[in-house]
């Protein structure tokens, strides 16, 4: 007997130690291949295609320069955490790129070679509370181009890989492409005369679509009131032409026709043109919405500038609680099949309009972003009150509305007489059968295939609307912002796509990952419909109660206008009795609601809170029941 128990101790014991050599091998062989499980839904910590393509095509070797102060005291532990990550990126990179990627890590401590090493190559230290300062950057550099990254902050964690993937193609195709800016609004911010500025007051910085298209690109600016499109403009990028020219549209057409391409942000209602506010302020009629008229006819399109998109299903809120022309697109909105928003998640549009029509014959239309079928088109101005009375106002019509669309194919001129005469001065006689020059002659259509990106808001590319400022984690005074959407994400995307690089597109859709609750957002849809048909009742109710009113009005006796008649007295009482009942079952409409979505959000709770221990715990005692009968077996 004491034999077998020592046998029984001997194996055990040697059982552990074969367990322990195989988790240090394992170990040992895991940390060379720096190899990880990535169990997120959406994969956010596993290099995307466009990464691996982008490293793929690598043929020259490109030196990283990794800074990071290391001293144990002096790194807050959120920035030495987030310097782990960047480590482990860059490891993966080099292992991807095959060996291309070659890195070198640098702790830049003060008064060191590494320090100056780290400011020739543009990083900037960052000053911390006790007066020290440290260094969280990358430098990458190919033959004779470089690129930096200043500082890495944990902020634009989302986009570290974006930005590095940028980084690496900035210096193996260091030339820019020129890509146009032609816009009503101050784009590129603004600034205030002296005098103002010693009133405290201060200029607007400019959007930070601009800075980030900056990094990639040259932007050009150009005018509105512009005749022709410069040549070496590749993308022209078009946002709310507001009162656009013919004559403008026509350079647009050419620059079109001869192969540029175009993207374009128009807006049935650009609640955040503050220009457009001050006019109405001091007297002035609203200005009317955004749009390309001419061009977008000569498509087989159109687009309503008078009325917005509304819908029940994608429901943002304001301030002032709920709007349905404020649309929280999630992923089902989106066209997942397509390069530009196959990776967004959430997309936020204010009063867009929609794209309506069929495309003319060589021509092919591919939806970005489309509403759900409870949605409508309403009036722009009634649809800003927002609340319970802009929701009452839509009905549904079943109908999906393109909100953003791309045009592709062989394009054909809006202006087949040719160029427009200017606002003002008639066409003469003679001018019918005169033939312009050669080198003026205007182009019918296009010879190659071309692209057209057309989105129907421009608010959703504003700061405030697509990013939200936040303070600079250790000082510094500089301005940082991080995306709250994908709207920028989408608009980089349809530039870069046109510019013809694609494989960024990809890595940038990791910026914002929201999980919109689609459940809950069903169940509040639903629910609005059953309000609606309460207060349509209630409306009801109030013109009859009203007409009947009237109707006593004209057959009392005119001696007794102030009297109220016993008829008039029970028609009210009524009246008030209907809308008492009728406020009654919405409340109690609405506590249904609610009671539904707590106990959604609870059922979710518990779910997540006891699925995997519950699992564990049935795991365990499948086993021990199974180990039991074989003992018993035995």
């Known amino acids: 007997m004491k034999k077998k128990g020592l046998e029984t101790l001997l194996y055990s014991a040697a059982g552990v130690g074969v367990m322990l050599l195989i988790l ?32 793929s095509k690598l043929d020259t070797p490109v030196q990283v320069r990794f800074y990071c102060t290391r001293g144990d005291n002096t790194m807050p532990v959120l920035l030495k955490t987030y310097a782990q990550r960047v480590e482990d990126l860059l490891g993966e990179f080099r292992q991807v790129s095959r060996g291309k990627i070659e890195i070198q890590k640098l ?24 007066g020290e300062r440290i260094y969280l950057g990358v430098s990458l550099s190919m033959l004779d181009q470089k690129e930096a990254i200043p500082f890495l902050t944990p902020a634009r964690e989302r986009l570290l890989e974006y930005d590095l993937a940028r980084a690496i193609t900035r210096v193996v195709a260091p030339e820019k492409a020129v890509v146009g800016v032609m816009s009503s609004l101050p784009v590129n911010g603004s600034k205030v005369p002296p005098q103002m500025q010693m009133q405290g007051q201060r200029g607007e910085p400019a ?17 509105m009131t512009a005749d022709k499109i410069p040549d070496d403009v590749k993308v022209l990028l078009v946002i709310h032409p507001k009162s656009i020219s013919d004559a403008t549209q026509f350079a647009l057409d050419q620059f079109i026709l001869r192969g540029g391409k175009l993207v374009a942000f128009l807006d049935p209602l650009a609640v955040l043109d503050r220009q457009a506010a001050q006019g109405m302020m001091m007297g002035q009629p609203p200005a009317g919405g955004s749009s390309l008229d001419k061009l977008l006819k000569a498509w087989g399109l159109a687009f309503d500038t008078n009325r917005v998109v509304a819908d029940l299903a994608y429901m943002g809120r ?32 204010a009063f867009a309009g929609a794209f309506t029509g069929t495309p003319t014959e060589g021509l092919k239309l591919t939806p970005l972003l489309q509403s759900s079928q409870k949605a409508a088109l309403i009036d722009g101005m009634s649809a800003q009150m927002g609340g319970e009375s802009a929701i009452n106002d839509v009905t549904p019509t079943g109908v999906r509305y ?28 003679e001018d019918k059968d005169k033939k312009p020059d050669a080198a003026g002659e205007a182009l019918k259509e296009s010879k190659t295939e ?65 999980r919109p609750f689609t459940v809950v957002k069903q169940m509040q849809a639903n629910a609005e419909a059953n309000y609606k048909a309460r207060i349509k009742e209630l409306e009801t109710s109030l013109a009859d109660a009203q007409r009947r009113l009237n109707e006593l009005q004209r057959s009392k006796d005119p001696t007794q206008k102030l009297i109220l008649s016993p008829e008039q007295q029970q028609e009210i009482a009524n009246f008030r009795k209907k809308e008492s009942e009728a406020r009654i079952a919405l409340k109690q409409e609405r506590k249904k609601l609610r009671a539904d979505i707590d106990s959604l959000e609870n059922r979710m709770k518990w779910l997540n809170i006891g699925a995997v221990p519950l699992a564990v715990t049935l795991t365990g005692v499948v086993f021990a029941l199974k180990r039991r009968r074989q003992e018993a077996a035995a």
Request: glycine share 8%.
């Open 318 to 349: 304001t301030r002032q609680g709920r709007q349905p022309a404020l649309l929280a697109l999630n992923d089902v909105a989106l066209n997942k099949e397509d390069i530009v928003t196959g990776d967004a998640d959430s997309i936020v549009m």
């Open 402 to 429: 393109q909100l953003a669309v791309r045009l592709s194919g062989k394009f054909k001129t809006a202006f087949p007489e040719g160029k427009p005469k200017p606002a003002g001065e008639a066409a003469k006689p």
């Open 450 to 514: 071309n692209t057209v990106v057309l989105i129907g808001d421009s608010d959703m590319i504003q700061d405030a609307v697509s990013v939200q400022e936040i303070p600079a984690l250790f000082g510094g005074g500089q301005r940082m912002v991080q995306p709250m959407n994908g709207n920028l994400g989408l608009a980089q995307a349809a530039v870069e796509q046109l510019t013809g690089d694609s494989n960024l597109i990809t890595v940038r859709g990791r910026a914002s990952r929201e």
């Open 107 to 130: 702790d830049p401590t003060p008064d060191s070679d590494a320090e100056d090493s780290a400011k020739l190559d543009g990083l900037q230290a960052q000053p911390l509370p006790n």
């Open 207 to 223: 959007w930070v679509l601009m800075d980030e298209l900056k990094r990639d690109f040259t932007l050009k600016t150009v005018e």
């Open 24 to 55: 240090i091998a394992i170990n040992v062989i895991g940390s060379r291949l720096k190899t990880r499980i990535d169990l997120t839904a959406e994969r956010a910590y596993t290099l995307s295609p466009g990464t691996k393509a982008i490293l």
